[in-house]
């Protein structure tokens, strides 16, 4: 190896099993990534490799140090997406990330943006009346809503909180599923609860709920009504048709804060039918008021492996939009 040199960190001896992973699995991913070797001793981390990979990697486990140092238990994710963050020279955009606690789910743990674009999300929620959160599954775009929904409720910014979905079929008929239509629409609905009783747990849900200040429900409920100082979630918008998309957005009202999630590349809509998310994309782009985050493949917080399929997908569907594009016909010239 050319330009070989030798340095060393000291990891404190609490935080080396958060910094390492389990079995070193958070060292091995560092030493591919930057080839470079790493061998510790005694509180003392070796780094071998050439310069500027030795400097990144020292870089590197500085910034997950001081994430450690803060109370974070430290993912694959958070590794992956540092050493992504470093190899553009913005891993001090991490430390930023993590000072920018969004709430403490019931069992104490923060919740904070991970991604830029998650950070770029929670700041437009906070800064706009309105904000479309748009991305593939596993960004987080649903939960950070709830959580943000959930410290308005907590801080009496908002009187009470929405919860919607449309309750679109996906390949099952409504009418074939058993019990009543209650039953048949909460699977629709599971997630949202999921995230609430995470967040608040079960208990202050129900108290919430049985009081009216916490509501879940299928789009159609909207209708009709005028919604004011609420802090309003409209989830999977990219099964909405245009028409419901007009009649929520046309529910807001005084003190309400609304945020609108969806991933284009998952409608269960029937074939043909306009998605009412293009749509409002596209109408209501050039209004200040109203946020859109485009979230990617690099905000995906999932397990890794989530991140590569979403990825994978991506690249398949880009080659199958080229290969489909019409091709123009020559032109005929008749004498």
């Known amino acids: 190896m050319a330009n070989t040199i030798e340095s060393s960190v000291m990891i404190p001896a609490e935080h080396e099993r958060n910094i390492f992973g389990d079995f070193d699995q958070h060292l091995k991913s560092i030493e591919n990534t930057l080839n470079v070797e790493m061998i510790e001793r005694g509180g003392e981390l070796k780094i071998i490799g050439e310069a500027s990979a030795v400097g990144k990697a020292k870089r590197l486990l500085a910034q997950l140090l001081l994430l450690s140092e803060r109370g974070n238990n430290i993912t694959e994710q958070n590794v992956t997406y540092a050493m992504a963050l470093l190899l553009e ?94 039953s048949k629409i909460d699977p629709y609905l599971r997630p949202l609860y999921d995230a609430l009783y995470e967040i608040m747990g079960a208990e202050a849900f129900l108290k919430n709920s049985e009081k009216g200040l916490i509501e879940v429900a299928p789009l159609a409920y909207m209708r009709g009504r005028t919604l004011d100082n609420a802090f309003i979630i409209l989830d999977e918008a990219q099964n909405t048709t245009p028409a419901q998309m007009k009649m929520f957005l046309t529910r807001i009202g005084f003190g309400t804060k609304v945020v609108i999630t969806g991933d284009r590349t998952q409608k269960d809509l029937p074939s043909g039918t306009e998605s009412g998310l293009d749509v409002s994309c596209k109408v209501l782009k050039k209004i200040d008021e109203i946020g859109f985050c485009e979230l990617t493949s690099k905000d995906v917080v999932r397990h890794p492996l989530v991140q590569k399929i979403v990825q994978a997908y991506e690249v398949y569907e880009e080659k199958k939009g080229r290969e489909k594009k019409p091709v123009r016909p020559r032109a005929k010239f008749y004498r």
Not at 89 to 117: N, Q, W
Not at 134 to 157: C, D, H, L, Q, S
Request: overall charge positive; charged content about 25%; glycine content about 10%.
């Open 89 to 182: 020279d913005r891993e001090s955009a991490m430390s930023s990330l993590d000072e920018d606690l969004i709430i403490h789910t019931v069992a104490g743990r923060p919740v904070k943006p991970k991604t830029i674009g998650q950070k770029n999300y929670v700041d437009s929620i906070r800064d706009r009346m309105i904000t479309f959160g748009i991305g593939p599954a596993g960004t987080g775009k649903t939960y950070i809503a709830m959580a943000m929904a959930v410290r308005a409720f907590r801080r009496n910014e908002v009187s009470r909180i929405i919860l919607t979905r449309p309750a679109i079929e996906a390949g099952e008929k409504l009418g074939f599923l058993p019990g009543d239509l209650q």
